[in-house]
């Protein structure tokens, strides 16, 4: 068998895999449907009424939108990290998860910056940053980076995917409706596996995957000056920028993992998505666990033990068990020690274990972004002398918490209508490979 | 009304005592670079001291000296050349009277809640006596908000004054998130005093839902020849408003020569080790003509409670 029919048999295998009708799945796009209609409606009703209906007042200027928008942002790095420099490596074994974790930078890059815009108080003026944009301000370094960086991803994941289109037009067997192949044909831009156009394809693949990596820092870093730049205790830290970066890949890591388990199970893709691949991730997540771990350790003793006044401050409202203390030892600790423990120790580490150590990071670095933004706000230079108690603490209302919910929805149906026009294996790139590694192909990776 | 007589008489006294002699120097030639033929003058037959921009002294009608045309909004981003606005604040003298705070609000038709200016219980340490000290904005020379600002809506004008354009402000607050000071406000829903007036950065009124206010030191007031709101209201003059380039400051009753004021009475610029450069002096609470527990006599229960967790730190002074 030559390696274009066989990937049209993978691909006739994997494609009617996932494509047929399920009741499960019309369930879920249900529930995310609803969820994401009762964000709008509490949208619809901050727009109304003004972001009074949020938790947020004069101290607290950020809540858990700001949160999200970090935090979609930081699981982004699922693709631009390890898909590129998986790619830059040539690693073989990324090739069944790339696709994923693409899938996973595209979407959430479309929906931080949401946050962004929903926690603006006049989102009918956002074209105020390009007729007024200033270059000074680090909003619109975020704003030019978070552009450019979708751009990009969604470049990336749409050039590996071009080979797969041309599959899929080609296809014969494959029983799919006239205008999904007709859109196909189009997605698949006249691609005939021409040696040139393959060489041309394979260094674009190579200059974007290159590119990727310092776009991706970039971005987080940015993200991390718009905190760091001001001169606030808790954010004013030259470490900022690499510490959110680290924290990126770690949660981004973490959610591939995730996502990697779902459709594993959910799509049968047990032949393609083994639990080598949980292994070597899971040593990944392991390593970006100790780094940033290291890196939390490292900002917090630093600032505790130079013990200026208004970062203490800062320091014990994290510190004390009446303050955030809970939440701060559950994501300093917990966080970072589970999937080191799931993944350090043999005798625990299988896909179960790698996944829930994965989830509990994913929790924990959300949480870590909300003590990141909301104790610093909390904590003014002159004394907080208010009467209203809605002004010394935050939090959030039902508002922010169903727009967050919303997001999530949202990501989950960007993959599931994502789905319907992409394979989720990147079928081509699976099937072709040396007569040597022919073994990967039959699935014993 | 006791405070608006107050007020009113203090402008009055201002105006006859003080403007020839400090603040007619202050601003009379702001008002008169700005002034335009306007064939609606209306004669007062009151005659006013100003200084022209070439620094000669004349006098015209007070009428055509307060009737100016309203500045393009490329004036008001420029501000009044030549000039560098300042305030000192005489800490010694403050016994939380409000009067401040009431008139900022009513001038600015502000809503309770949502003050510019806000008086804030202070002590340096815990050794040393409490005190009252109220906080505008400071209008730095390097203004951190400024810096931030991803669309130019707050601006620093070559006069010193730091103002914010609601009508470009997006809400984004990154300015809030970065002034140390936590000098501004926001309109988390639209204003409930209702004002039909046309909106000048100056003026601030009317305020807008999703957009970010604060202390603009009055550019529209001393454009006509009158001092900042909370200036004129305070009974105790604890407000000393003028210009840096001139030399001098005014509560309008006394005057003083700004640099020696500052040098005398050893003034400081809270916080400005953070490179800030603020406009607004403090001089220290020394010499108190009120003891600070003075600050809670006629206060609403409402304002009480927000001193009240700095008061239980402080129950070795008995306030």
């Known amino acids: ?445 | 009304m006791p405070k608006k007589n107050i007020k009113d008489s203090s402008r009055r006294h201002f105006l006859k005592q003080g403007f020839s002699i400090a603040a007619g120097t202050i601003v009379g030639g702001g008002v008169l670079a700005s002034c335009t033929k306007d064939p609606e003058l209306t004669e007062t037959g009151e005659k006013v001291k100003v200084l022209t921009p070439d620094g000669k002294l004349m006098e015209v009608d007070r009428g055509h000296a307060l009737c100016c045309n309203a500045p393009t909004s490329k004036e008001v981003r420029k501000g009044i050349p030549g000039r560098h606005f300042v305030m000192v604040i005489d800490l010694s003298r403050c016994k939380n009277a409000r009067a401040c705070t009431v008139a900022c609000n009513k001038m600015h038709f502000l809503e309770p809640g949502h003050e510019w200016l806000k008086v804030f219980l202070m002590q340096d340490s815990e050794d040393t006596p409490p005190y009252w000290m109220p906080k505008p904005c400071f209008h730095c020379d390097a203004p951190a908000c400024v810096n931030v600002c991803p669309v130019g809506a707050t601006f620093k004008r070559e006069d010193g004054v730091v103002l914010i354009d609601n009508e470009r402000c997006i809400g984004c607050k990154f300015c809030m998130a970065a002034c140390p000071y936590s000098s501004r406000v926001f309109n988390w829903h639209a204003p409930d005093i209702k004002v039909n007036a046309k909106y000048s950065p100056e003026s601030g009124v009317p305020q807008r839902k999703g957009t970010v206010g604060k202390c603009d030191f009055c550019p529209d007031s001393f454009l006509s020849g009158i001092l900042p709101d909370c200036v004129t209201a305070c009974p105790n003059g604890v407000y000393f408003f003028g210009d840096k380039n001139e030399d001098v400051v005014t509560n309008g009753v006394e005057s003083f020569r700004f640099s020696q004021l500052v040098k005398e009475k050893a003034a400081y610029r809270y916080m400005e080790e953070l490179g800030t450069r603020p406009n607004v002096y403090y001089l220290p609470p020394v010499d108190r003509r009120f003891p600070v527990e003075e600050g809670f006599e006629n206060l609403p229960d409402s304002i009480k409670k927000a001193y009240q967790v700095k008061r239980a730190h402080l129950k070795k002074f008995k306030i």
């Open chain 1, 1 to 445: 068998m030559n390696p274009q029919e066989l990937a049209q048999k993978k691909l006739v295998e994997i494609i009617s895999h996932y494509d047929k009708p399920s009741g499960l799945r019309n369930v879920l796009f249900g529930f995310f449907f609803l969820v994401l209609l009762f964000a709008v409606y509490a949208f619809v009703t901050q727009m109304v009424k003004g972001q009074i209906v949020t938790g947020m007042r004069d101290y607290v200027v950020w809540g858990i939108y700001d949160v999200n928008f970090i935090f979609f942002i930081g699981i982004s790095y699922a693709g631009a990290m390890i898909s590129g420099i998986l790619h830059l490596l040539h690693v073989e074994w990324r090739k069944p998860i790339i696709r994923i974790a693409e899938m996973i930078t595209v979407i959430s890059v479309f929906i931080g910056p949401v946050y962004v815009l929903i926690s603006m108080g006049r989102i009918d003026r956002f074209f105020n940053i390009f007729t007024h944009g200033r270059i000074q301000s680090p909003i619109v370094w975020d704003v030019l980076a978070i552009v450019t960086y979708l751009a990009c991803s969604i470049l990336f994941l749409y050039l590996a995917l071009i080979r797969d289109y041309a599959l899929l037009r080609d296809n014969s067997e494959l029983k799919i409706s006239k205008w999904r192949r007709f859109v196909y044909t189009k997605l698949a831009a006249t691609y005939i596996n021409h040696p040139k156009q393959k060489k041309l394809l394979g260094r674009s693949l190579t200059i974007m995957s290159a590119l990727i990596i310092p776009l991706a820092i970039l971005v987080h870093s940015v993200l991390a000056w718009i905190f760091g730049m001001t001169i606030r205790p808790g954010w004013h830290s030259t470490i900022f920028a690499p510490y959110f970066v680290v924290a990126a890949v770690f949660s981004g890591t973490a959610v591939l993992i995730i996502a990697m388990w779902i459709f594993r199970k959910y799509y049968h893709l047990e032949e393609y998505i083994t639990e080598k691949h949980f292994k070597y991730i899971g040593t990944i997540l392991l390593v970006l666990a100790g780094l940033y771990g290291y890196f939390t350790f490292a900002e917090y003793l630093t600032v505790w033990y130079g013990s200026e006044t208004w970062e203490l401050e800062v320091i014990y409202k994290l510190f004390d068990f009446n303050s955030y203390g809970f939440w701060f030892y559950l994501a300093a600790f917990i966080g970072v020690l589970a999937p080191i423990i799931f993944t350090g120790f043999p005798f625990l580490r299988n896909i179960n274990t790698i996944t829930i150590g994965s989830v509990i990071a994913v929790v924990c670095m959300w949480i870590k972004r909300y003590l990141i933004v909301i104790p610093t706000l909390e904590t003014p230079l002159l004394p907080l002398q208010d009467t209203r108690p809605e002004y010394a603490h935050y939090t959030a209302t039902w508002v922010e918490w169903a727009l967050t919910a919303g997001g999530m929805a949202t990501f989950c149906l960007f993959f599931m209508i994502f789905l319907k026009f992409m394979p989720i294996i990147p079928v081509a790139d699976i099937t072709e490979v040396s007569d040597a590694k022919k073994e990967i192909i039959s699935g014993k990776l």
